[in-house]
T-cell receptor, first 114, second 110 residues
Framework: DAGVIQSPRHEVTEMGQEVTLRCKPI?????LFWYRQTMMRGLELLIY????????DSGMPEDRFSAKMPNASFSTLKIQPSEPRDSAVYFC????????????FGDGTRLSIL | RKEVEQDPGPFNVPEGATVAFNCTYS??????FFWYRQDCRKEPKLLMS???SGNEDGRFTAQLNRASQYISLLIRDSKLSDSATYLC???????????FGSGTRLLVRP
């Protein structure tokens, strides 16, 4: 079975540019999560969706960040304009929900903002 | 206080050793508990869920103490391939919102 698929794997761009990260969850999973991981702050939940609807975006750092899930098989996380402090690894994860169900992570996007 | 706290380590142990990690959590209402493993520059992967009665998966044993709000992971007969960072994970306000600890790094030496 295909796992969670993220693209791109690596992104290097200059400050001020728009960055779009993409995620395809595991088929049949109704929950999708976006995380950011840095050495300083560890793994942080940014936003999660249930049945394509954003449920909790309290982790989104500021208005420069936005996320969408237009259908069950695709989600984007956009940063506009990007700043050097946004440099991190961004993970997408999906799950089936339920109290005891774990989340399955994609390989991540390693983002560097110069 | 962090919602999930772990000793960052590193724990440096020889092959064959037994090593234990502890983790404390602050939300007494949490009901879902997991250990994830993360290799260097890779994604977190589920190692095992943690059940109230404790559970074992091969060389790995997880325990939950609700009264003291801590979770433990015991690794017996450690292998070189066990070298990784182990993340303690607890659900937050929402059942579907997982809070990750900062991880405990394990180094198993020959």
């Amino acid at each position: 079975d295909a796992g969670v698929i993220q693209s791109p794997r690596h992104e290097v761009t200059e400050m001020g540019q728009e960055v779009t990260l993409r995620c395809k969850p595991i088929s049949g999973h109704d929950y999708l999560f976006w995380y950011r991981q840095t050495m300083m702050r560890g793994l942080e939940l940014l936003i999660y969706f249930n049945n394509n609807v954003p449920i909790d975006d309290s982790g989104m750092p500021e208005d420069r960040f936005s996320a969408k899930m237009p259908n069950a098989s695709f989600s984007t996380l956009k940063i506009q304009p990007s700043e050097p402090r946004d440099s991190a690894v961004y993970f997408c994860a999906s799950g089936t929900g339920g109290l005891k169900q774990p989340q399955h992570f994609g390989d991540g996007t390693r983002l560097s903002i110069l | 206080r962090k919602e999930v706290e772990q000793d960052p380590g590193p724990f440096n142990v020889p092959e064959g050793a037994t090593v234990a990690f502890n983790c404390t959590y602050s939300n007494s209402a949490s009901q879902s508990f997991f250990w994830y493993r993360q290799d260097c520059r890779k994604e977190p992967k589920l190692l095992m869920s943690v059940y109230s009665s404790g559970n074992e998966d091969g060389r790995f044993t997880a325990q939950l103490n609700r009264a003291s709000q801590y979770i433990s992971l015991l690794i017996r007969d450690s292998k070189l391939s066990d070298s990784a960072t182990y993340l303690c994970v607890v659900n937050g306000d929402s059942s579907y919102k997982l809070i990750f600890g900062s991880g405990t790094r394990l180094l198993v030496r020959p």
